[in-house]
């Protein structure tokens, strides 16, 4: 009886450190998008959130326009508002200065989307390291809204 007993602990444990990763790995994945060589960007399935336009303006899959970044690299949203800054070199900085997001090359035309710490939130391609920073801010955002309506 006491290892029938020892037995269930053990796979009590086992299940809960399990279930307790896949929980992290879900809520990383939840948060990476991808920029591909035409301007697509994708989530971390596949569905596809938008697109990049020839005139370097973000719209979603409707081709409401979203936000654009301009030639000094001030992310400006449809409405006006400025969202932030993307810097050349793939940094990007919330409106309070802080580095939100920077991109570092994988290899000769991709790169990754990475916090100050170093973890990995997508990819994009090196076409659209000014814009790869700014997506992701801007569908995290978008992402955490509709959570809180939710609840």
Known sequence: MKKLHLLLIVLTLTSSVAMSALAQTVKDTAQKIYINSKGGIHNHTGTKLGYIDKNNMVRDNTGKELYFIDKDGNVIASDGRKLGVAKKNGSYYNMNGE???????????????????????????????????????????????KAVKKS
Do not use: M, Q, V
Not at 107 to 113: L, M, V
């Open 99 to 145: 580095n939100e997001l920077n991109t570092k090359d994988i290899d000769k035309e991709n790169c990754a989307i990475l916090d100050p710490k170093g973890h990995n939130f997508g990819t994009t391609h090196k076409n659209y390291k000014l814009h790869a920073c700014a997506a992701h801010c801007y569908w995290l955002t978008k992402a955490k809204e």
